[in-house]
């Protein structure tokens, strides 16, 4: 079965860089979430999207926007890269079914 | 809001032991329950929830949970621990948003 595709699996960057994460929901899933996970953390909700609008927003800094697309994929932008950004960034899917489904993670490493 | 509590950052049992991963939540709407499991550099899987439906919940892997509203306690077993069930575990709760809010995790080590 077709999972949540994220891209890139592994990024690294410089301090005040900024980079974009991509999300490809599973097929026919109208949500999409970012979470964020530190090292040795429990992940954070920063923000979701349903039907292209933003739904939910959590503890996102304000360096960090995210939108998503047409097709439901969504992209997370972040400015101003600090060290404290490095982290496993997920993007999870859901249908009305409440459930959501992973996808692999981004690990962001800034230098 | 919500939040959970899980008792144990680090949990040891011996292969074929029972497993015991215990979660308790906080919630001011009826809540939705999850148990993940997270393997090393991996993403999260879902093992189990919880809907308002029977409150003994099977999932993948012989893991159950069972939701105890009176306790507001959520805890994960398995009766015989197996190697391959070293991992970290989350428990995670969803309220009036459907946004996920984790507990701290608990990493299990199954020892031969």
């Known amino acids: 079965a077709a999972g949540v595709i994220q891209s890139p699996r592994h990024l690294i960057k410089e301090k005040r860089e900024t980079a974009t994460l991509k999300c490809y929901p599973i097929?026919?899933?109208?949500?999409v979430y970012w979470y964020q996970q530190g090292p040795g953390q429990d992940p954070q909700f920063l923000i979701s999207f349903y039907e292209k609008m933003q739904s939910d927003k959590g503890s996102i800094p304000d360096r960090f926007s995210a939108q998503q697309f047409s097709d439901y994929h969504s992209e997370l932008n972040m400015s101003s890269l600090e060290l404290g950004d490095s982290a496993l960034y997920f993007c999870a899917s859901s249908d009305r079914a409440n459930e959501q489904f992973f996808g692999p993670g981004t690990r962001l490493t800034v230098l | 809001a919500q939040s959970v509590t899980q008792l144990g950052s680090h949990v040891s049992v011996s292969e074929g032991a029972l497993v015991l991963l215990r979660c308790n939540y906080s919630?001011?709407?009826?809540?939705?329950l999850f148990w993940y499991v997270q393997y090393p550099n991996q993403g999260l899987q879902l093992l189990l929830k919880?809907?308002?439906?029977?409150?003994l919940v099977k999932g993948i892997n012989g893991f159950e949970a069972e939701f105890k509203k009176s306790e507001t306690s959520f805890h994960l077993t398995k009766p015989s621990a197996h190697m391959s069930d070293a991992a970290e575990y989350f428990c995670?709760?969803?309220?009036?948003?459907?946004?996920?809010?984790f507990g701290g995790g608990t990493r299990l080590m199954v020892k031969p």
């Open positions: 097929p026919r899933h109208d949500t």
């Open positions: 919880y809907t308002s439906a029977a409150t």
């Open positions: 919630s001011s709407v009826p809540p939705y």
């Open positions: 995670a709760v969803t309220g009036a948003g459907n946004m996920l809010t």
